[in-house]
């Protein structure tokens, strides 16, 4: 018996539209989907039959759409609709939202973290803490590995939770895992390998294990 591998396409939505620099979280921006060379390099790589999922925000459906759009060019065909996951969501930054960097200095007497909003363990008033966004991606991960096991499954999720995947697959504190760049269109893979009992001797580690594919790759973009 072999190893069953699911495959883990994550995708970081493409940028908000009418940002002005301000922290959005899980405020529900539009996204700009006008580079149409950036998708069709996305489309390129990624597998056409796989499991879709996007999370609830509609920035992250926009991409898948118009990444699908991209892959299905000269092939008319119904795309499958993508599942919706709220829990692969973004931060939620509660009142930080829609403050600029300087306006959230300002109240946090100048601690800004050098990689991200705040420490991994810190919570906005009446948000989350990235700890937090790690408990509920890591569910969502285990669950839908689990229905899907086999599959290619194409996520198209948020920094913060592609930070946090990162986190489980390489098992890191989440304060470790804030160090990752997620660029906009870029694609994270991580493949999941669930070993037979019989072989998972020879794998020399635990029955169920993560491998990083890439990190950060942006197809399309200039070297």
Same mark, same amino acid.
């Given at each position: ?31 700009? *989907? ?50 919706? &996951? ?84 390489? &098992?890191?504190?989440? &304060? ?8 906009? *269109? ?38």
């Amino acid at each position: 018996m072999t190893a069953t591998i699911t495959r883990w396409w994550w995708v970081r939505h493409a940028p908000v539209t009418a940002n002005d620099g301000r922290i959005y979280g899980h405020d529900d921006l539009p996204a700009d *989907c006008s580079d149409g060379a950036v998708f069709a390099a996305l489309a390129a790589l990624l597998p056409t039959d796989a499991v879709w999922v996007t999370s609830h925000l509609g920035r992250t459906r926009q991409t898948a759409a118009a990444i699908g759009a991209a892959q299905d060019a000269g092939r008319p065909r119904a795309l499958p609709p993508a599942l919706v &996951e709220p829990d692969l969501a973004e931060q939620h930054f509660g009142d930080w939202q829609g403050l600029t960097l300087a306006e959230l200095g300002a109240r946090r007497a100048g601690a800004l973290h050098r990689f991200w909003l705040a420490p991994a363990h810190e919570a906005p008033p009446g948000g989350e803490s990235f700890e937090g966004v790690v408990v509920r991606v890591a569910a969502a991960v285990e669950r839908l590995t689990a229905a899907h096991r086999g599959r290619d499954i194409v996520a198209i999720a948020h920094g913060g939770s592609i930070r946090a995947a990162l986190a489980v697959a390489l &098992e890191l504190p989440p &304060e470790r895992a804030l160090a990752f760049a997620i660029d906009n *269109c870029s694609l994270t893979r991580l493949d999941h390998i669930d070993a037979p009992e019989a072989d998972a001797a020879s794998f020399r580690g635990p029955r169920q294990s993560w491998r990083v594919a890439a990190v950060n790759l942006r197809p399309g973009a200039p070297p």
